[in-house]
């Protein structure tokens, strides 16, 4: 009987311990409910999306633990967007207009995207760029020149061939080629092609080294033409001569360039995450001078193109009273 009993204890015992167990565990998973790796797809590595990803990464890392987060070396734009899609990545870098293609499914895109809007990351620029020796000083002198129109799925080969086409220039009139910034930069200047478009927070590494090696001059356009050739609203502003060093202004299409997150992470982690974006802008600064431009979307802002902010954010934002 004493066997008996002892047997009974030691059962009890042990269902006890299983149940209290279970229920830490199922604990830990409800307070630790974050993904084990978190990427976030930028651009190339001589842009400006590039160094301020690899300071959000290092900013989440030292103050989110439980969660390994990294930044990616991508296509840009169209490739972030794609990859977020099919879930090679949590959250991604792209320009506004972009990702409202991606919503509606429209070319390049083969299908509607499932966005979430995160914040604003700073105004990108799209340029053409040549060498100054070259003399050419307007979009319409490259008819028959060979011009690098950006990597493969960046979101520079849509605006080099609107650009292009404002001053009349229409596929066939010039060769384009598709080169990531620094190797067109490089380009440029061993004579392998004449121009290129790059996108990017201004000033642009890749142009800004470039003119250390010889001068460069943005070219003007038709900036009146390329708005009535979209029906997205643009905005366009001059590159002052002092930026590069240049002999004359030239012309640009302003972005706002854009987090984009997935829908499928949760409003706990977004809230921290943004909330450790907003509290260390300096760091992210010193990445990259355009992440100056870092900002919170108003609710109209949102609205006014119909971009569906994660509820992380729109908790952050409410917090501080932006919303």
Not at 245 to 273: A, F, H, T, W
Request: aromatic share 8%; hydrophobic share 40%; glycine share 10%.
């Amino acid at each position: 009987m004493n066997l008996m009993k002892k047997l009974l204890m030691i059962s009890l015992i042990s269902v006890i311990a299983l149940s209290f167990a279970f229920a830490q565990g199922k604990g830990e998973t409800s307070e630790g409910d974050r993904p084990a790796f978190i990427s976030i797809g930028t651009a190339s590595a001589a842009g400006a999306y590039y160094p301020i990803g690899v300071a959000l990464a290092d900013v989440w890392n030292k103050t989110l633990p439980g969660t390994r987060f990294s930044s990616q070396e991508t296509g840009g734009s169209v490739a972030n967007l794609n990859m977020i899609s099919s879930g090679e990545l949590e959250m991604g870098m792209s320009n506004e207009n972009v990702a409202y293609t991606a919503s509606l499914g429209q070319d390049p895109f083969k299908e509607n995207i499932d966005l979430k809007g995160g914040w604003i990351l700073n105004n990108s620029n799209a340029i053409i760029v040549a060498m100054g020796k070259s003399g050419i000083t307007c979009v319409a002198q490259l008819k028959d020149k060979k011009v690098s129109l950006g990597a493969p799925g960046s979101s520079a080969n849509v605006f080099g061939e609107f650009i292009l086409a404002s001053e009349g220039l229409e596929k066939g009139d010039y060769e384009p080629v598709f080169m990531g910034w620094q190797e067109s930069a490089d380009a440029m200047n061993d004579g392998f092609i004449d121009a290129a478009l790059m996108v990017g927070g201004q000033p642009f590494p890749s142009v800004t080294s470039l003119a250390v090696r010889a001068p460069v001059q943005v070219l003007t356009f038709n900036t009146k033409k390329f708005r009535e050739l979209n029906s997205y609203p643009y905005e366009t502003d001059k590159i002052p001569t002092d930026m590069y060093n240049m002999k004359q202004d030239g012309d640009s299409v302003i972005i706002r360039s854009v987090v984009y997150i997935s829908p499928d992470l949760s409003e706990e982690i977004v809230y921290d995450m943004v909330k450790q974006v907003f509290e260390n802008i300096p760091t992210l600064v010193s990445a990259h001078p355009s992440a100056s431009g870092t900002r919170l979307f108003s609710e109209e802002a949102a609205k006014d193109i119909g971009l569906s902010i994660h509820p992380g954010v729109i908790r952050y934002t409410k917090e501080i009273g932006e919303w």
